[in-house]
C-alpha cells in the first residue's frame, strides 16, 4: 500500500557529508521531498515527505536509524509529561 | 467568543484557517494561533477579568477556545504564596511560589488541556487522545470524562503505578506500548495521522500551547498587575516557556499592566516583545535531558535532539519542538539556562517540601535547585521580586522520595515514647 510520511532527520557531523537522502530514495525506491534544512559543519537537520510504499518508508526509516541518523516526527516528541 | 482570525505558520508566515492543524503543509513549521488584538484591546479590562470565573476561563477574551461554555474542571486561579522559609535559607527577600501542583488533575497539564478540550469539543471530535508520561494522561482523561467524549492515552509500559492508576480512575482506553522512547513517539506520531481524533499535544497543538499564557497572566494578576523581575520554570519541550513571556507580553500591549503604557503588536504576534517587560526568564531542565540547555551553553542556533535518561520524567522531551523559540525568550530576556545534575533533583523536593509544606514532583525539585543555583551565583538579588514555577504534585513521583519514610517505632507505652522523642530532641531533630 502506498503512503506518505512527514519526517525530521538530524545528522551527526560524521554523517553530514553522506548522501543518506539521495539513498534512501534510490535503495527504497522512495520519493523524496526537502521542505526545510539547516545543515552545518557540525550537525544538520532536514524535514522531508517521504512518498512510496508503506513497507519500503519503514524499511528505509529503520536503515536510516541503523546507520546514525536520529528519526522524528516533523513537530517534535509527541509524548509529554 | 474567542477573537481568533486563523493560524499562521511560525517559520514561513503562510496563514491557515482556524482548524485542527498544527504543522505548515509547505515547510512544515509549526502553526500559531493569530488573534485580534484590536477588538480584544476595545473589550479586555482588569474589571472583566476580575469577574470571570476563578478558574483560567476568567482570562477566555486571551484564549483562542470560547469560553461560553468552556470544558473547565477548574484549572487555575492556584495559588501565589510568599515563601519566607524558602526565601530565607536562599538569602532571597521577595521570593513567590505559583503552585500549580493543586489544580485538579494535580499539574499544569490542566491548563492546556482544558483549552485543547474546549477547541476540540468545537471542532466535534468525539475522542480526546495523548501519548504521555503521566500528568498529560491524567488531565486529558479528566478533561474527557467532563466533556462526556472518549479518552485514548497512550503511556510508556514501564510508568510508574502512582501515574497509571491517577489517569485510569477517569476512565480512559489506556494503550500501555512496549516499546523505547523513541518507538513510542514514532507509534503515536503514525495513529495521530492515522485517526481522527483531537491529540492534544499534536493536531490541538495551536489551541493546547496557549493555555499555558494563563500562568504568566495570573502571576501578574496577582501581584497586583506588576510583573517579576525574575521567574524561574522547569522546561520540556519549552512551550510553557514561550507562552509564559508571550503572556507578559500580551497584557503590556494592551495596556493591563500597573503604568504600563499600550502599545502595537508588531507585524508578528509570536515574538513581540514591550519594552516593559523586563522579566528574566530563567529555565531548568534536568542533566539527563537538556537539550535546550545544551544548545543555550553552547551558542547553538539549533537543538540537537538528545535520549531522555532523568528521574523527572515530566521534563523528558529529548527533540523539544519549541527549544529554538525558547532559547529566543532567553536571549530577548536576559535570562539563563541551567542543568540541573540529577542528584540534585530530589534535594529541590525536599527543601521545598521541609521549608514551605508544598510537595512537588520531580520537575518541581528540578525547578528549586536551579533556584537555588541563581541565589547562589548572586543572579538573582536578595530584593529582586522572583517567582518560581512549581507546575506537578509529588503525590505521582512518591517513589523518587521514599527515603524520607524513617518514622520512630514504639511499643504502645508512654516510657517508649518519652525515650525516642528525648533523643530525637537532644540530636536536634524535629
Known amino acids: ?32 521531498n526537502i521542505r526545510r534544512a539547516d545543515v552545518r559543519e557540525d550537525m544538520g537537520w532536514v524535514v522531508l515527505e517521504l512518498d512510496g510504499d508503506e513497507t519500503e518508508i519503514q524499511r528505509g526509516l529503520d536503515w536510516v536509524s541503523a546507520i546514525g541518523v536520529r528519526v522524528d516526527p516533523v513537530s517534535g516528541d509527541v509524548i509529554e509529561g | 467568543m474567542a477573537f481568533v482570525k486563523g493560524l ?83 538569602g532571597l527577600r521577595n521570593l513567590y511560589i505559583k503552585n500549580d501542583s493543586v489544580n485538579p488533575s494535580f499539574s499544569f497539564k490542566d491548563r492546556v488541556v482544558s483549552v485543547a478540550a474546549t477547541k476540540a469539543v468545537e471542532f466535534e471530535f468525539d475522542t480526546l487522545a495523548c501519548a504521555s508520561t503521566g500528568n498529560l494522561a491524567c488531565s486529558v482523561a479528566a478533561h474527557a470524562a467532563r466533556a462526556g467524549i472518549r479518552a485514548v492515552v497512550f503511556i510508556p ?27 513510542v513517539n514514532r507509534l503515536c506520531s503514525e495513529v495521530a495521522d492515522n485517526y481522527p481524533w483531537a491529540f492534544v499535544n499534536i493536531n490541538m497543538r495551536p489551541y493546547y500551547a496557549e493555555g499555558s499564557k494563563t500562568l504568566g497572566y ?90 531522555p535518561n532523568t528521574i523527572a520524567k515530566s521534563l523528558a522531551i529529548g527533540n523539544p519542538a519549541d527549544g529554538i523559540y525558547a532559547i529566543r525568550v532567553l536571549k530577548e530576556s536576559g535570562g539563563s539556562a541551567y542543568a ?37 551565583s548572586g543572579a538573582i538579588k536578595p530584593d529582586e521580586l522572583t517567582v518560581v514555577y512549581i507546575t506537578g504534585n509529588g503525590l505521582k513521583t512518591q517513589e523518587a522520595v521514599e527515603d524520607v519514610v524513617n518514622p520512630l517505632s514504639i511499643k504502645p507505652s508512654m516510657g517508649a515514647f518519652e525515650d525516642v522523642i528525648s533523643q530525637r530532641i537532644a540530636v536536634g531533630g524535629r
Open chain 2, 8 to 90: 499562521m505558520c511560525r517559520e514561513c508566515g503562510r496563514e491557515y484557517p482556524a482548524e485542527a492543524l498544527n504543522v505548515c503543509d509547505y515547510c512544515f513549521g509549526p502553526l500559531e494561533v493569530v488573534y485580534d488584538y484590536a477588538t480584544i484591546s476595545d473589550v479586555i479590562s482588569r474589571e472583566r477579568i476580575s469577574q470571570g470565573p476563578l478558574s483560567i476561563w476568567r482570562y477566555q477574551d486571551l484564549l483562542p477556545a470560547n469560553g461560553d461554555d468552556p470544558v473547565d474542571i477548574m484549572a487555575g486561579y492556584t495559588p501565589l504564596i510568599k515563601a519566607r522559609n524558602l526565601g530565607k535559607s536562599l
Open chain 2, 218 to 307: 495570573e502571576v501578574a494578576e496577582q501581584l497586583g498587575w506588576r510583573i517579576p523581575d525574575h521567574v524561574v520554570i522547569p522546561s520540556a519541550s519549552g512551550a510553557m516557556f514561550t507562552k509564559i513571556w508571550k503572556g507578559f507580553n500580551e497584557l503590556a500591549c494592551l495596556g493591563l499592566l500597573d503604568g504600563v503604557d499600550a502599545s502595537s503588536f508588531g507585524p508578528d504576534q509570536n515574538t513581540v516583545h514591550h519594552p516593559a517587560v523586563t522579566t528574566k526568564m530563567h529555565m531548568a531542565q534536568a542533566e539527563g535531558c537538556a537539550p535546550i540547555v545544551t544548545a543555550w551553553a553552547n551558542g547553538q542556533p539549533h537543538v540537537s535532539p538528545v535520549r
Open chain 2, 340 to 376: 540541573v545534575p540529577e542528584a540534585d533533583v530530589v534535594d529541590g523536593i525536599k527543601l521545598l517540601a521541609e521549608t514551605e509544606g508544598i510537595f512537588t514532583e520531580t520537575a518541581g525539585g528540578v525547578t528549586v535547585s536551579a533556584l537555588k543555583n541563581l541565589a547562589d
Open chain 1, 1 to 32: 500500500m502506498m503512503g506518505t510520511q512527514r519526517v525530521k532527520f538530524t545528522f551527526m557531523t560524521q554523517l553530514v557529508k553522506e548522501p543518506i537522502i539521495y539513498q534512501l530514495g534510490q535503495n527504497f525506491n522512495l520519493v523524496t
Open chain 2, 157 to 183: 509500559w514501564d510508568l510508574e503505578r502512582g501515574k497509571v492508576i491517577g489517569a485510569a480512575i477517569y476512565g480512559p482506553t489506556m494503550v500501555s506500548v512496549e516499546g523505547t522512547y523513541d518507538e
